[in-house]
């Protein structure tokens, strides 16, 4: 479950530019640590699955 809020700033409205700012910076830094999430998995496994490939040669040369 998500709880969310959403607020609707006016482009007239004092604090606009400042909250569209960090609403942008909010979305990128969410949008990066994902990526880097992902990559690691990504890598993770690619190292798994050449270990595994390693122990199977190694056992069928057995």
Request: aromatic content about 10%.
């Amino acid at each position: 479950m998500r709880l969310v809020e959403r607020h609707i700033i006016k482009t007239s409205h004092q604090f606009y530019k400042e909250v569209d700012d960090l609403a942008w910076r909010s979305k990128n830094l969410y949008n990066y640590a994902n990526y880097l999430v992902r990559l690691t998995v990504l890598v993770m496994a690619a190292k798994s699955t050449a270990q595994m490939a390693l122990l199977l040669r190694l056992l069928r040369s057995l």
